[in-house]
């Protein structure tokens, strides 16, 4: 009897503890149960990579920000918008007409480098003068600068050639002051005439002037008296559009002059204040375009506004050439004016003393780029600064 009661104390003894088994393991497959289903595949980036990768500042591939710092980036979490390097707006710092001079102060200027700390001597003198003709001075002007200068050291007992430089720079001064840079805008309208060759940069000055004028409040309309060719007349629109100025054309070989009289009517009949116009390149030696310059240039007198100002544009790349263009344009057409352009690629600043004494013609505006805001006034002053920088 006892031992059957034994034999089934042992059996519930067994089940008990086969039923606390079972248990057991049927918790621990459900604990376990979830991590497995989230597992990532075998061959899956590890959590803070998945992480890291949907963050936006990967997208553009721009570095991503810090947040090991303690200010509010810090404080992102990943996926977060504050983590995205966002560009800041800073207004562009807009360098001066001395830092835009680029190549034209520099080829001159490092010229000068070498003969500072000298003693006056004829070395000196030719160096001097072979610099001042590399930068485009021309010979006519140099000599006539450096003669002047000479007289000076020797009048003033100068020895040192930096003292010779200081009075080189004032001659220099000297040739430039007083140059009127000023854009005559009466004429109800004023019509301001553009000529020079082929490739100068007469529609981009426009289009630059146009925005330019436009912005201080005159009412502006573009004449495209480049009848040439087709394409140029888009080009002068599209300066029309970016500069939100009146444009008008005619068909491709219209005859120019009347293209800029029914510009000028339009302006006048729609209160306009200024006339940009357009012309052809034309190459200086070949009489009859230059003929044909002179005769655009009376038509538009014939209508209701006036020829204020002929700008004749030069490429200050073309050196000394720009001073034939210069003297051949002036005989056939009043030049008031040049427009230097180019000046941001050229190590031929020079140019502007040679025009300007030769000729007489004033420098009035100098461009420094191809965009919109690349044209600037010639400042004489900022000028020679640059030039001895
Ligand atoms: N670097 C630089 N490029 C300029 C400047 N002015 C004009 N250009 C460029 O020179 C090229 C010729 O300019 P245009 O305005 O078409 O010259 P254009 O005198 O009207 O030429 P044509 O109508 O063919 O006689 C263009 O690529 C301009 O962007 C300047 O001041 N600096
Ligand atoms: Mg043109």
Known sequence: MNLVLL?????IGLLLAAGAAFALRGRRTRELAPAAKTAPPADAPPLEKQLDSTSPSDVDGSPKADTSDDGPVGDAQPGDASIVDEPVDEPPIKPTFRERLGKARTGFSSALGGLRGRKVDEEAWEELEEALIRADVGVPTTMAMLERVR???RDEKVTDFDGALMLLRQEMETQLEGTDISLTQAGDPAVWLFVGVNGVGKTTTIGKLA?????AGSKVVLAAGDTFRAA????LETWAERAGTGFIRGAEGADPGSVIFDAVEHAAASGADLVLADTAGRLHNKSNLMEELAKVRRVAEKASGQVTEVLLVIDATTGQN?????KQFTESVDVTGIVL???DGSAKGGIVLAIQSELGIPVKLVGLGEGIEDLVEFDSTEFVDALFA
Request: hydrophobic fraction near 50%.
């Open 151 to 153: 007289a000076r050291t």
């Open 7 to 11: 034999i089934i104390l042992v059996v």
């Open 211 to 215: 925005n330019r004028e436009t912005v």
């Open 232 to 235: 140029a007349a888009e080009q």
């Open 322 to 326: 720009g001073l034939a263009q210069a």
């Open 341 to 343: 352009t180019k000046l």
